[in-house]
């Protein structure tokens, strides 16, 4: 009888064990399948982070090119423009073609929330002044072609200022701190130029403040 009796009870007991059995590997299936999420979203997010991180870092060191890029624009504008008060030849020009933002215009948009509000509105003045800057560079190169002096003068100015003005925002960028631009010529002693050339800018801006009565050039 007890022999009897224990195999009712192991009858009985299987399709429980049984069921419960089907409970746990469906559990561990699920869990398996929620940690293996967890892992990719946490992969992924890692990769989306890191990918980000880069972005920025190359962002911020395209800004740190173009802004000695423009510091040797200024200071080659006041050299040809000293060449040209003192009716010196200008046989050649050491400007750049033209000064790219490649890295910052191709990244910018994918990771503009990583910036804080001036700063992105400093970028987009500073990416739509360049362009600016660009092209008084490829118009000072046609003139000289002509010999325009006086014409090539107003074009350096423009040239210097504009130059100025983008490095003005390549430096709020990078510190991320608001201040006031300096005036072109206290931006011109910051880049250590000589004052010799700074004067002989002076003068040029004054003649074409006289309609360049003072030089004729």
Request: net charge neutral; aromatic share 8%.
């Amino acid at each position: 009888d007890s022999f009897q009796q224990c195999l009712s009870y192991v009858e009985l007991s299987n399709p429980a064990k049984g069921y419960i059995d089907k409970i746990i590997t469906a559990s561990g299936a699920l869990a398996g399948a929620a940690l293996g999420f967890t892992l990719n979203y946490i992969h992924s997010k890692s990769k989306e982070s890191t990918s980000e991180k880069n972005k920025i870092m190359c962002c911020k060191e395209d800004i740190h090119r173009v802004h000695a890029y423009l510091a040797r624009v200024m200071i080659d504008s006041v050299q040809m423009t000293s060449i040209l008060i003192n009716r010196r030849s200008l046989l050649d020009n050491n400007f750049v073609d033209f000064v790219s933002s490649l890295l910052l215009e191709k990244y910018y948009s994918e990771i503009a929330h990583r910036f804080t509000k001036n700063q992105r509105i400093w970028i987009q003045e500073l990416i739509s002044n360049l362009q600016i800057v660009n092209s008084k560079l490829l118009e000072f190169k046609k003139l000289t072609i002509t010999g325009n002096t006086y014409q090539a003068t107003l074009i350096l100015f423009s040239l210097t200022d504009g130059a100025a003005s983008c490095a003005h925002y390549c430096s709020m960028i990078l510190s991320d701190t608001a201040h006031p631009q300096p005036p072109t010529v206290e931006m011109l002693r910051y880049y250590n130029i000589e004052s010799s050339l700074i004067e002989d800018h002076l003068l040029a801006k004054s003649n074409a403040q006289h309609g360049n009565k003072e030089f004729n050039l």
